[in-house]
C-alpha cells in the first residue's frame, strides 16, 4: 500500500516519516527484544489531525497503533502489521490545572513525571507512578491501566481518569464521560476505554482527578530470612489497620542484581536475607503518620523480619526507591528474561511465590521476582541463562501456561499493570472462558468494525 | 403472552407470582409516584436459575427486569415494558468474608447495611452507604453505580467492586474479571457492567474489595448564613489538604422539613443560617484525626461560618447521620415533588446552587438541595406545592433542560450516583452528542441484541 498518498495531504512533510531514526525508534518498546516496522510514522498535533488520519485510515484499512515513549512491557504500541504508527510524543500540552476542582486536563503525550511535577507546583497530587514515571506519557499509561508502588494506597490509572476524549476507529471523536467525580450517566465509557490497549480507538485529551499533596512519607526497608514470611507480612500489614503507601516486594537476588547494576552499594545486604519489603507510609502531617508505622513495627516484629532502616533523609529515600525502581532495568541487563506480570488476591502471594519456584525447578529455569506485594502484583522474571533455544520457545510456554493455571486458580489473572498486548495474548484462554472471549470480542468488533485498531493484540489468534 | 407457560418449568409455583401483593410490591419503586406492573416476578435462588429464566425469556422475547428492595431513585428496576420482573431478594446470602485477602463474595440480594455490619465484625469496612443503606441491596447498587456521603474520600460502587458473575442476556453466564486489586487483562468488563443498569445483563454475584475498618470518627455540623459561603467552603477544605470522610450540604430548609418530619428537633436551628455543612473526619487512631479537624476549622473561620456543632458522644453523631439520611424522605412526604442528581466539579457548587435557584425564580418553582457537597453531587428536589398540571408536565421540563445545560456546561452531567433509569432518559442528548449515544447503544445491542434486558430505560426514545 502506497502510505505516502494515503496520509499526505494531513500532514506537512516533516511530521510524516518513512524512514530515518524515528521509524528505528517506533519500531520497538521495553518488552524483550521485539522489533517490528511501521508502515508509516505521523506526528500530529491536534485532535482534529488524529481523526484526519484515522478517518483515512478506516477509508483504506490501514492498521493503526497508537505509540508514545515506547516504555510499554507487553508489546502493547508494536505495529505488528505495520502499517500507521500515531505518535502522539507532540500532543505533550498541560492544558489546565484546575486549582479549584483538584482536576488537570492534559494531552496524552505528557510524561507522567512531568506531569507530577506540574501539580506539585501547586501543592496537589498525581499519585500513579509507573517505574518508567520518568519517560512514559500519560496516554501510555490509560492504554495499558498502569499502576506502580502507590497504587495500593492510590489506586491504579483508572482511579484517576475522569472524563477522556476519543478518536473512534472511524475518526469520529467522543468523550466518554464529565468531568466530575461521581458519574452514573450512561455506561462508564472512561473505565471501558481506559486499559484497552488503543484497540477500541485513540485517546487525545484527558481530564484527571488530583488530590492534596501528602507532605511527609516515612520509607523503610525491610529484611526478611524467609521469602513466605515477607510475603505473609504484606497481608497482615493491612489486617492491622494500617494503610501505608506503597508496599514493595523484592527478592534478594534482586537487591543484589539492582545494586550491581547500577553501583550503588551504600546499604549493606546480608546473604542470610532472602528478600526485602520497602514501606511508605504518608500523611499531610508527621503526625498522622507515626501511629502507622508503629502499627507496621509490631506486625513485623510478630513476623520475624530483620533489623528495619529507616530512612533519614530526603535523599536517602531517593536512594531507596531509586534502587527499587531501577530492578526492572538490572534484570534486563542480566540476561535475556521473559517477564510476567501476574496478579492474586494479596494473601495469596506466598503460595503464588512458591509456585513460581516449584515451577522453576520442576522445567529448570531461574526466576527473579519483585514487585507491587500490597496489590498481590508479583513481576516474574525469568532468565534464559544458558537455556537452549528449544527450551526458550517452546518448553517455556508450557511452564507459563502451568503458572498462570496456577494465578487464576487463587483467583488471580494475567496482567495486573503491564496490559496483554502481543506477548500475553495467546494465555488469555487462561483468564477467560469461550463465553467471556466472546463478550470481550463483541466489544472490539462494535467500536472497529473493520479491526484497524492495534490489531493483533489482546486477543488469542489475532 | 402466556407467562405461565413459559416460565412455570423453571421455577417452583411458590417463586413464581402472577398476582398477590408481591406483585404490587414489584410494580414501584421510590421515584415519585410511578407505577407499572409486571406480568410475572420470578424469585430465584441461584445462579442456574436465573440463567434458565433467562434463557427462555430470551427465546420468547420477554423483557426481564431485575429488582431487588425498589428503593431506586430513578426508575431503573420499572418494570415499563411489563414482562419478567427477576426479584433478586432470595439470593442473599454473604458467601465468603475473606479476612486474609480483604474481600467478600456476596449475592446480589444482600443488604448493604447488613454486609457492612457483617464485615465491621471482623475489623472490615465496606465504605459505600447509600442513605437507604437499611434497605437497599448491593445488586440495586451495582446497577446504579451508588454512592452516599462517604464517596467523597472512599469512592463509589465500582470502586469496591473487583469481580461479578453476570448472566448475559441470552442465558450465558460470565465472570467480568479477578478478584484481584489491579487488572489490566482484557476489556474492564467490570466497570462497564457496574452502572449499567441492568441493561446488559443481570449480576447474580460481586467480589468485593473490604478495608480495615476506620476506629475514630469526628463529625461536625457547621452553619453558613450564606448559601455560596457554604458552597464555595466545601471545595476549601480540600485545597487545605483536608481529606474528610464525608462533606454534605442541606439547605435550611431541608433541615427544618427534616426536623419537622422526624419529630427530632434537638439541635437548634437558627432562621438567619441559609445552609449546614455536616463534616466527617476519619481514621485509624484519634492522633490522625485531630490534624485534619484543625485543618478544616481554620478553613471555616475563614468563610464566615457559625458555631461548629461537634457531635460528643456516640449517639449525637448517630442523631446527626439520622437528620441527614432522612432528608429525602422529609422532602418526599412535604409535597410532591421532582428530584435531580446533578453532579459538577466540586468547585463549582455555588455557581450550580445559584443556577438552580434562579431557574426556579424564572419558572417559579420552590427547590430544596442538599446532597454530597464534597463530590459536587447535589439533589434537587423540585416542590410541586401548588403549581398546575399544565407547568408540571410540561413547563417543568424546560426548565430542567434548562438546569442540565447549566450542569453540562459547567462540565458536569446529569447523574451522580442515582442513575437515568426512566426519569432521566429524555435528557441524555443533553449529556451526549449523537455520536457518543450511538457508542452507548452499539454495546447495549452488542450485549443484547433482541433488546429485553430491562427495555426502555437508559435510552431517549426506548
Do not use: C, W
Given at each position: 500500500m502506497n502510505y505516502r498518498n494515503i496520509?499526505?495531504?494531513?500532514?506537512?512533510p516533516e511530521r510524516l516519516?518513512?524512514?530515518?531514526?524515528i521509524m528505528e525508534f517506533h519500531s520497538?518498546?521495553?518488552?524483550?527484544?521485539l522489533h517490528f516496522r511501521p508502515g508509516v510514522v505521523a506526528e500530529p498535533v491536534s485532535t482534529m489531525e488524529v481523526s484526519a488520519l484515522i478517518r483515512m485510515a478506516f477509508e483504506h484499512e490501514v492498521p493503526v497503533t497508537a505509540g508514545g515513549a515506547?516504555?510499554?512491557?507487553?508489546?502493547?504500541?508494536?505495529?505488528i502489521k505495520g502499517g500507521l504508527v500515531l505518535s502522539?510524543?507532540?500532543?505533550?500540552?498541560?492544558?489546565?490545572?484546575?486549582e479549584k476542582n483538584h482536576q488537570v486536563i492534559v494531552e496524552p503525550g505528557v510524561i507522567t513525571e512531568v506531569l507530577q511535577n506540574a501539580v506539585s507546583e501547586k501543592?496537589?497530587?498525581?499519585?500513579?507512578?509507573?517505574?518508567s514515571q520518568g519517560t512514559c506519557t500519560i496516554g501510555g499509561n490509560i492504554a495499558e491501566n498502569s499502576g506502580g508502588p502507590r497504587a495500593v494506597k492510590y489506586g491504579v490509572t483508572k482511579d484517576w481518569v475522569l472524563n477522556l476524549e476519543v478518536v473512534l476507529p472511524d475518526g469520529r471523536v467522543i468523550e466518554?464521560?464529565?468531568?466530575?467525580?461521581k458519574n452514573s450517566t450512561g455506561y462508564n465509557l472512561t473505565g471501558l476505554i481506559v486499559g484497552s490497549e488503543g484497540t477500541l480507538g485513540v485517546v487525545t485529551r484527558a481530564t484527571l482527578k488530583l488530590l492534596p499533596l501528602p507532605r511527609f512519607q516515612a520509607l523503610m526497608l525491610v529484611p526478611f530470612t524467609s521469602i513466605t514470611n515477607a510475603c505473609k507480612t504484606v497481608s497482615e500489614i493491612f489486617r492491622a489497620g494500617a494503610m501505608p503507601s506503597a508496599v514493595e516486594f523484592m527478592e534478594h537476588d534482586a537487591m543484589v542484581l539492582t545494586q550491581e547494576f547500577t553501583g550503588n552499594k551504600e546499604i549493606s545486604i546480608d546473604p542470610t536475607d532472602k528478600a526485602y519489603l520497602l514501606i511508605e507510609v504518608d500523611g499531610f502531617d508527621e503526625s498522622e503518620i507515626m501511629p502507622q508505622c508503629e502499627r507496621i513495627l509490631s506486625v513485623l516484629e510478630e513476623n520475624g523480619s530483620g533489623e528495619v532502616l529507616f530512612a533519614q533523609s530526603d535523599s536517602e529515600k531517593e536512594q531507596l526507591w531509586f534502587l527499587r525502581r531501577r530492578v526492572g532495568e538490572a534484570v534486563k541487563a542480566a540476561s535475556i528474561y521473559k517477564e510476567e506480570d501476574t496478579v492474586v488476591p494479596r494473601g495469596m502471594l506466598p503460595d503464588l511465590m512458591l509456585a513460581v519456584k516449584s515451577i522453576g525447578e520442576k522445567y529448570g529455569f531461574r526466576s527473579i521476582c519483585y514487585g507491587h506485594a500490597g496489590d498481590g502484583n508479583l513481576h516474574i522474571n525469568i532468565l534464559r541463562?544458558?537455556?537452549s533455544d528449544q527450551f526458550w520457545s517452546v518448553e517455556l510456554n508450557k511452564a507459563i501456561r502451568e503458572l498462570f493455571d496456577v494465578v487464576v486458580a487463587m483467583?488471580?489473572?494475567?496482567?495486573?499493570?503491564?496490559?496483554?498486548?502481543?506477548?500475553?495474548?495467546?494465555?488469555?484462554d487462561i483468564a477467560f472462558s469461550p463465553d467471556e472471549l466472546s463478550v470481550l470480542k463483541m466489544i472490539k468488533n462494535g467500536f472497529d468494525p473493520k479491526g484497524i485498531m492495534n490489531p493483533g493484540k489482546m486477543f488469542p489468534n489475532s
Open positions: 496520509f499526505q495531504n494531513i500532514l506537512p516519516h518513512f524512514d530515518g531514526d520497538k518498546d521495553e518488552t524483550e527484544d515506547r516504555t510499554g512491557l507487553s508489546g502493547g504500541a508494536l505495529a502522539l510524543r507532540r500532543m505533550n500540552k498541560i492544558l489546565l490545572i484546575d501543592g496537589l497530587f498525581y499519585a500513579v507512578d509507573p517505574a466518554t464521560g464529565a468531568n466530575t467525580l541463562d544458558d537455556l483467583g488471580g489473572t494475567l496482567s495486573g499493570e503491564h496490559g496483554i498486548g502481543l506477548v500475553q495474548k495467546d494465555f488469555m
